[in-house]
């Protein structure tokens, strides 16, 4: 009598139902016909000679032909234990090749969706080639500056710079911390197709650079020296929003600070 419990724990090793109920009879017989083994495991005679045939190609079988009696030998249980390292084996092989050809996959992997895309610039030189990304905008850029830090980070580099983005018809919005050189740098604005908004300084001051365009945000630390641009449509619209509120407030700053220096001037004579 065949014990269907094991039977069923056999299954787990690679075997079918029928295949293990199959093995089970003959492993009892240690050799027998199909007649045998069918009679055993109460299977359909047919049937069992194709079970039989593929247990011998999984290794848990072989045939002996006697007189032209054909016979089936069981493999030893062991067999269960070397056909699981043969799968194991098998499988850390496909696992090895599938780590080594990682790095490759991962390389075209474009996932779903667009992903944003971020070039990292180092050094002096690397900031202006950030500087020259902005002058292909099809936009008005918007961009948080500090006048004195852009011109310590590249002294020669302006105002050559204001003068080829304005020639290119490529006009900026620009929030600035009020210092004498940023108020200066104002008065030209018009020449350099700036709109520009003064934010007080001791509230307001800082010193990295973002620089809003087209689907670009640029970051650029100019006292580390180094520049960051992401390209992805919807972080730009995020921030092009978030500059908008900025560009609001600042607006509002910049006519209170004007109308407040101009009080202090006092009339003109």
């Known amino acids: 009598m065949i014990d269907k419990y094991l039977a069923q724990r056999i299954e787990r090793f690679g075997l079918t139902q029928r295949e293990a109920l199959a093995y089970l009879a003959l492993l009892s017989f240690g050799s027998a016909s199909a007649k045998?083994?069918?009679?055993e495991s109460?299977?359909?005679?047919?049937?069992t000679y194709v079970l039989l045939e593929s247990l011998v190609k999984k290794g848990f079988a072989s045939i002996s032909v006697r007189?032209?009696?054909?016979?089936?030998?069981?493999?030893?249980?062991?067999?269960?234990v070397q056909a699981l390292e043969d799968d194991a084996k098998i499988a850390a092989e496909r696992l090895g090749e599938a780590q080594s050809i990682l790095p490759e996959l991962k390389s075209i992997f474009s996932g779903v969706g667009p992903k944003p895309k971020v070039t990292f610039y180092e050094?002096?030189?690397?900031?202006?080639?950030?500087?020259?990304?902005?002058?292909?905008?099809?936009e008005t850029i918007l961009a948080y500056a500090s006048i004195e830090n852009m011109h310590a980070a590249l002294p020669h580099y302006f105002p050559d710079y204001y003068k080829r983005r304005a020639a290119k018809g490529i006009d900026i919005r620009s929030i600035h911390p009020d210092t004498p050189e940023a108020l200066e740098r104002?008065?030209?604005?018009?020449?350099?197709?700036?709109?520009?908004?003064?934010?007080?300084?001791?509230r307001y001051d800082f010193s990295p650079e973002i620089n809003i365009y087209d689907n670009k945000i640029v970051f650029m630390s100019l006292r580390e020296k180094f520049g960051l641009i992401i390209e992805s449509e919807e972080i730009a619209d995020a921030m092009k929003k978030i500059f908008e509120l900025s560009w609001a407030e600042a607006k509002r700053l910049d006519q209170k600070t004007r109308l407040t220096r101009k009080k202090k001037r006092g009339p003109k004579n």
């Open 123 to 138: 050094g002096a030189q690397g900031i202006e080639t950030v500087y020259e990304d902005t002058l292909a905008s099809s």
């Open 36 to 39: 045998d083994v069918a009679t």
């Open 42 to 47: 109460n299977l359909n005679r047919s049937s």
């Open 186 to 202: 104002t008065q030209r604005d018009s020449e350099e197709a700036r709109d520009s908004a003064l934010v007080p300084r001791k």
């Open 67 to 80: 007189d032209s009696n054909r016979l089936y030998i069981s493999s030893p249980p062991e067999r269960l």
